[in-house]
């Protein structure tokens, strides 16, 4: 497929889970969910008024197979960059590719 030659960087996609902290309560923890192939772009100026009129929060757009096992609230690790997942779009709606709207987690101690 030609989408898919353009995927050209790994990401590791975890999911939060809670695992009981065996003292009656809870602790969150980010199990691996799996390795993917997949392009990451930043949004273009358009795009990112486009989200600002809509309220809505992401700097960069992740492309993946349509097969992939992806869901809002997901982190993405990458190219030395974290991502939280807020939407994913299946554009074609024919299980060809989808689209995910991230927004970049910043790492403690930046600005």
């Given amino acids: 497929m030609l989408m898919e030659a353009l995927f050209n960087h790994d990401f590791t996609v975890t999911r939060k889970t809670r695992v009981s902290d065996g003292q009656g309560g809870w602790v969150e923890t980010w ?23 809509q309220q809505s929060a992401i700097s960069h757009v992740l492309y993946l197979a349509g097969d992939e096992d992806i869901k809002r609230g997901d982190r993405v690790d990458g190219e030395g960059r974290t991502w939280n997942v807020m939407a994913i779009r299946e554009p074609s709606h024919a299980g060809h590719h989808l689209e995910v709207d991230c927004r970049e987690k910043q790492q403690e101690g930046e600005p």
């Fill in 31 to 53: 199990p691996e969910v799996g390795l993917m192939l997949g392009r990451m772009r930043p949004l273009t100026a358009a795009e990112r008024t486009m989200a600002l009129q």
